[in-house]
């Protein structure tokens, strides 16, 4: 029986999980979702489609990774864990396979400490500061203790997709979008000359 709190998370996985799927932001049996619920970790099993979840079936874990009901999680429970490490304020994670976003993680000669452009205001707000983490196979041990190595919130993962750990599942999903939408206007802008944000209006947009 899900308890006052259970309840609402498992509705908004499924719902953030479906609206993900339906703008084509994550496709077939990609992408994962969790929610932290105090010492334990509500998210998406293991090749399940998002678009096509079911509350009863979410797999909830303790933070160690215990599997306490469900279906088995998502392989990349160990990054989703490696967030709330790292940021224990944050409440939700965000992983998706987004199309322009995985483009841009194969592009060769990109900044690590910076791989997409501050092209809007939105994307500073929403994302911040991105840095890129090296490849590693899907559920590779070594790809969460890189992102648990930064302190940034929100990662592109080479040749793989995109991460976001916020202090909500909306604002976790919000980022994942943002940051598809800035790689696709990367690849739109590719070869032309454009005007990114500067230092001081990206300061500005934080302390708004």
Do not use: W
């Not at 910076?114 to 196979?137: D, E, H, K, N, W």
């Not at 598809?180 to 000359?193: F, H, P, V």
Request: charge should be negative; hydrophobic fraction near 40%.
């Amino acid at each position: 029986m899900s308890s006052d709190t259970e309840a609402p998370a498992r509705a908004a996985i499924v719902t953030l999980g479906r609206a993900l799927y339906d703008r084509g932001i994550t496709h077939g049996r990609t992408g994962n979702l969790s929610v932290r619920l105090g010492d334990r970790l509500l998210l998406t099993p293991t090749n399940a489609c998002l678009g096509r979840l079911d509350p009863d079936r979410l797999s909830l874990v303790t933070l160690e990774g215990e599997l306490l009901g469900g279906d088995p999680p998502t392989k990349e429970l160990p990054l989703h864990r490696a967030c709330y490490r790292r940021h224990t304020e944050v409440t939700a994670v965000a992983h998706v396979h987004s199309t322009h976003a995985v483009a841009v993680s194969c592009l060769s000669g990109l900044d690590p400490a910076g791989p997409l452009p501050p092209l809007t205001a939105y994307y500073v707000m929403r994302v911040g500061r991105m840095p890129m983490i090296g490849y590693f196979p899907p559920g590779d041990p070594g790809l969460a203790d890189a992102l648990e190595a930064t302190d940034a919130r929100c990662a592109l993962l080479a040749n793989h997709g995109s991460i976001a750990a916020a202090a909500s599942l909306e604002a976790a999903v919000d980022a994942v979008e943002e940051i598809e939408e800035t790689a696709r206007l990367t690849l739109l802008l590719s070869g032309r000359e454009t005007s990114a944000l500067t230092p001081r209006q990206m300061d500005l947009l934080r302390h708004r």
